[in-house]
């Protein structure tokens, strides 16, 4: 693929990173009602009354593979007015609805754009009309007229830059932490698999939105902010129930699953324990350094795991050995590429992977 095609599809999936981002952080404060996809621009926030919206957050984003570059007023002005980005941004102007208009960038800005930048989630700067850079905005600006008779630094004062990751990964990681922070004070308190189910649903409802046919009888681009919430505390709630009934019961599907794989019933017990200490540590690590280690391992088992069921289907549909073959792969798997060799312990692979089964996942075949 070319570096053009590349960047293009890195650039929408970091842009639906942001408006899943925006939909937390709207379930959090309540601030608005909607969130549009690819209609005003490439992200729209809607504060809405009975008879339309009162107020729109109009955002385009804008991702660079090398982010080393800072935003400045030329290129953000160039190549004209009317056809720049910022151009482009201040004439979605929806009359009558108080609009607002931000970038949304991986990078930071050089000094004259200092006072329109902030981070997200942090204060958001009023801007001075009469600084230098706005009063170069203004200045580049005023070859065309504005979209209302109202003048260019009014337009400008209600420009901001917001600044999220530099990359896509660490984006991902943001909007994890911050929808596991939302949970958390709704009472739900996710381990990183059951995140990464509700980040999963979530963010397919963005996409969904942001590739919608607005003219397919059925599709939207607009997700209504109670709706994502309902539907993300719904998937929340199933994940925390269904490990909960697994705790309460452990020997529910862990044992109907070893006793698949050929193991004998007097050793249940000690893989039932093996489970209950790798589950402790993951609740008591929640957020920590540790934590992040034993979620990385626990990705990484269920990898080494979808592979060694695919061969133990292919190859020994009767089951025999798959759980010793399992755990010898797991012993031989190298961890240190991970950075996880002192996390790989015997007892924390085979209660990684009793963790699993205990919650239905299945080696077996039948």
């Known amino acids: ?45 809607v504060r809405l009354s009975e008879t339309g919206p009162t107020a729109i957050r109009i955002v385009q984003v804008k991702w660079q593979r090398a982010a080393s570059q800072h935003w400045t007023c030329a290129l953000i002005c160039s190549p004209t007015p009317r056809g720049s980005i910022l151009g482009k941004l201040l004439f979605r102007e929806v009359d009558g609805v108080h609009c607002e208009f931000r970038l949304a960038v991986n990078e930071g800005t050089d000094i ?29 600006l005023s ?46 308190d996710l381990l990183h698999d059951e995140i990464e189910e509700v980040c999963l649903k979530a963010s397919a409802m963005v996409s969904s939105a942001a590739r919608a046919d607005t003219r397919a009888p059925g599709e939207s ?30 020997l529910g599907a862990l044992r109907d699953e070893l006793l698949r794989c050929g193991v004998y019933s007097s050793d249940v017990e000690e893989a039932a324990e093996l489970r209950r200490r790798f589950e402790a540590e ?30 133990a289907l292919s190859n020994d549909p009767s089951n025999g050995n798959a759980l010793a073959r399992l755990f010898e792969d797991l012993q031989n798997h190298d961890w240190r590429a991970f950075g996880l060799e002192k996390t790989a312990s015997l ?6 992977v009793y963790f699993l089964m205990s919650r239905g996942w299945r080696l077996t075949n039948g």
Not at 121 to 128: A, F, K, W
Not at 282 to 307: D, G, H, N, Y
Not at 347 to 352: F, I
Request: glycine fraction near 6%; charge should be negative.
């Open 1 to 45: 693929m070319h570096n053009a095609g590349r960047t293009a599809r890195t650039g929408f999936y970091y842009q639906d990173l942001c408006a899943l981002r925006y939909l937390v952080g709207a379930c959090r404060l309540g601030d608005w009602d909607e969130l549009w996809c690819e209609s005003l621009e490439d992200v729209a926030l």
């Open 112 to 140: 004259a754009l200092k006072p329109f930048h902030y981070y997200y989630g942090q204060v958001e700067p009023t801007v001075d009309v009469s600084c230098a850079g706005a009063l170069d905005l203004v200045d580049k």
């Open 143 to 188: 070859g065309v007229p504005p979209p209302r008779d109202v003048g260019w630094p009014d337009y400008i004062a209600r420009f901001a830059i917001e600044q999220h990751s530099t990359q896509p990964e660490e984006l991902e990681e943001m909007v994890r932490s911050e929808l596991r922070a939302w949970l958390h004070t709704l009472g739900l």
């Open 221 to 250: 681009n607009k997700i209504q902010v109670r709706i994502f919430h309902a539907n993300a505390l719904m998937t929340a709630t199933r994940a925390q129930d269904n490990r909960d009934a697994a705790a309460a019961n452990p």
């Open 282 to 311: 993951l609740r008591s690590s929640l957020e920590t350094p540790r934590a992040k280690l034993l979620e990385a391992l626990q990705a990484e088992v269920r990898a080494v795991c979808l592979s060694a069921k695919a061969r």
């Open 347 to 352: 007892a924390n692979l085979q209660g990684a």
